[in-house]
């Protein structure tokens, strides 16, 4: 693996309490000017940001382990990214490829066709978001199959648009008072291997699932499956082994799209370029953002040719979808990711945090799974001797680390998930600093709580 060069110091020092000064007087203006309904997980603001670290505006530097929400895989700052939308700015801002078109948008597509799994031939159109980049993968299956229905399941986080909200599992808040939703929408059980019942193999709950489809919906108006390989804002949910071949085998027998939503998993974040990658899954359609333009807002559908190719012209697209900076950024930090083996990276974080947080789990007693892959990782917190959630234990171990100078993000439809998303370029000893802060906090809050 090639050595990364940081620009900022890579160390965790705090000059002030958390939030120092000059971000409560930010909270204070933001009150005024930015709607409630827009909420912020850390209550520090941003002066700086680069490799593993993110420096606010009172000079503290902080351990960053949630990348935006798995967002600057290559750093928030790579020097690559930086440079190429300096060069392409310099150039052209926007002229929309729907009208006038530019190379950078070819390209990337060129590199998707390549990176994604599966040798077929493949197309793809380039939006903003990751709601967007799945509303769009819904309309080609809608199109290409003539049937309506489509599937999502429990725990899924789809994004925050009507038809995305309706594909999203959890009502408070992404859902609650926002409806009416969009129609032919199904809602089947998720493999959960650490709320399953003892045994379930990942085929018998496809097969659970397979039934409802066959039974509910009949499988001649499914139009597709949607499912992220492992689920993010619904708790790093992994599903057993099998289950996501068997829905894909499926799926391909009955003409149902199989879309892939890697929005969040997607860009060597588990590992490989993909999380279908793992169970060797080959998808009709991936959807892709998060990590895919180090920071800059590019989202991508890749998918059979077929069926992309079955939409009429003018149908797809949108006025900013594949801007060129944000192509020029993609295609720097793809570079990135080949440059310094991002997937060998992700699995060596997984290989240094997957056994601090199981020898935690043993010593604790509060943590009832500890799952993900690669630099997806995550714990579950449960109240001891059972499988019952404990969501404030979490609130307060996210607010105990930060305190400490480290980010960390919680998830999980019962709001008791610790999720672990470094940047892939974090130093060893940097996240070796930030386990040590959270094995610390969690501790401490365990025997404060007398939860031992
Ligand atoms: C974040 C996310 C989305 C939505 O992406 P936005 O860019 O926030 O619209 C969709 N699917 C998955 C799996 C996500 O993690």
């Known amino acids: 693996m090639k050595d990364i060069h940081y620009r900022l110091p890579q160390h965790r020092a705090l000059v002030t309490e958390l939030p120092g000064p000059a971000s409560t007087a930010l909270t204070a203006r933001r009150r005024a000017a ?69 190379e950078g948008y070819v390209r990337v597509a060129e590199e998707l066709a390549a990176l994604t799994p599966g040798d077929h031939e493949k197309r793809t159109v380039l939006f903003n978001s990751g709601a967007e980049a799945v509303e769009n993968a819904v309309k080609v299956a809608r199109l290409a199959t003539g049937r309506d229905a489509i599937v999502a399941f429990d725990h899924a986080y789809h994004g925050r648009t009507n038809l995305t909200m309706a594909l999203t599992a959890k009502s408070m808040p992404y859902k609650a008072h926002f409806g009416p939703f969009a129609p032919e929408v199904y809602r089947l059980p998720m493999s959960y291997p650490y709320r399953d019942a003892d045994g379930l193999s990942g085929e018998q709950a496809a097969q659970r699932a397979i039934d409802q489809m066959e039974k509910q919906i009949g499988a001649d108006s499914l139009a597709a499956i949607i499912i992220e390989p492992i689920q993010g804002e619904g708790g790093f949910i992994v599903p057993a082994d099998g289950f996501l071949p068997t ?84 295609l720097a930090a793809i570079d990135t990711m080949r440059e310094y083996d991002l997937p060998a990276r992700a699995r060596r974080i997984e290989g240094l945090v997957l056994p601090r947080l199981r020898a935690l789990a043993d010593e604790v007693g509060v943590i009832g799974d500890i799952r993900g892959r690669g630099a997806m990782l995550a714990m579950e917190f449960v109240q001891p001797g059972t499988d019952k959630p404990d969501p404030e234990l979490t609130k307060a171990i996210a607010a105990g680390a930060l305190t400490q100078g480290v980010i960390v993000l919680t998830c999980g439809t019962y709001g008791n998930v610790i999720r672990l998303l470094p940047p892939l370029v974090i130093g060893d000893e940097l996240l070796d600093d930030a386990l040590t802060v959270i094995e610390e906090t969690v501790r401490s809050l365990v025997r404060e709580k007398s939860l031992v």
């Open 34 to 102: 930015v709607a409630a309904g827009v909420g912020s997980s850390v209550p520090v603001y941003t002066a700086d940001a680069d490799g593993g670290v993110i420096v606010d505006v009172d000079g503290n530097s902080l351990v960053d382990l949630g990348s935006g929400i798995a967002v600057t895989s290559v750093g928030a700052s790579d020097p690559a990214v930086v440079e190429a939308v300096r060069e392409q700015v310099g150039h052209f801002t926007h002229t929309c490829f729907m009208v006038t078109p530019y």
């Open 247 to 330: 829905l894909a085998t499926w799926a391909r027998e009955h003409g149902v799209v199989f879309i892939a939503d890697e929005v969040q998993t997607g860009f060597c974040r588990t590992g490989s370029w993909f999380a279908s990658d793992h169970e060797g899954i080959v998808p009709d359609i991936i959807t892709m953002a998060k990590g895919m333009a180090g920071g800059m807002p590019l989202s991508a559908i890749t998918g059979r040719a077929d069926l992309l190719d079955k939409v009429h012209p003018g149908g797809l697209g949108g006025t900013y979808g594949g801007n060129p900076v944000a192509c020029a950024a993609a």
